[in-house]
C-alpha cells in the first residue's frame, strides 16, 4: 500500500504479509496464512502528523477485512512512536526481545512484538 499527499507525493509505505502460525503436524493446513504482519514507513519530513496512525489503522482493517485471526508487527524498542502507534490502534505488546534486531548503525537492538485477534475487535 501507499499513502500519498494531496498533490500525489508518496508519503508512506504500508504492508499486509501473510504469515503461517506455528502448528502441530496434524492441523498444520489450517494454519497455513491464518495470520498476517502489518509494517508501515512515514518519509521523515511527515512524521508526527498522525499519518502513521492513519496508515497502521488502515492496514489493521485491511487485515482484518482479508479474514486473518491475528496480526502482528514488531519494531524497534527505542523506537517509541512506532510503538505508541500499535498501542493507539489497539494492539498489544506480547514480547521483548533482546538484541535481536541488527540496525543500519551495526548495534544490535531490542525489538518489541505486538498483536491483536479479530475477537479481540
Not at 498533490?7 to 498444520?28: N, S
Not at 489503522?57 to 482484518?64: S, V
Not at 512506532?82 to 526481545?97: A, D, P, V
Request: hydrophobic residues 45%; aromatic residues 10%.
Amino acid at each position: 500500500m501507499v499513502a500519498e499527499d494531496s498533490v500525489g507525493r508518496m508519503v508512506g509505505l504500508g504492508k499486509v504479509a501473510p504469515e503461517t502460525a506455528w502448528a502441530q503436524d496434524e492441523v498444520r493446513i489450517r494454519a497455513a496464512g491464518a495470520q498476517a504482519e502489518i509494517g508501515w514507513l512515514i518519509a521523515p519530513d511527515q512524521q508526527g502528523r498522525g499519518l502513521g496512525t492513519e496508515l497502521a489503522a488502515a492496514l489493521l482493517e485491511i487485515a482484518f477485512d482479508a479474514d486473518y485471526r491475528r496480526v502482528t508487527a514488531y519494531c524497534f524498542a527505542a523506537n517509541e512512536p512506532s510503538w505508541r502507534i500499535m498501542e493507539r490502534i489497539g494492539m498489544r505488546r506480547e514480547g521483548t526481545f533482546r538484541q535481536d534486531s541488527l540496525h543500519r548503525s551495526g548495534e544490535w537492538l531490542d525489538s518489541y512484538a505486538y498483536a491483536l485477534l479479530a475477537s479481540e475487535r
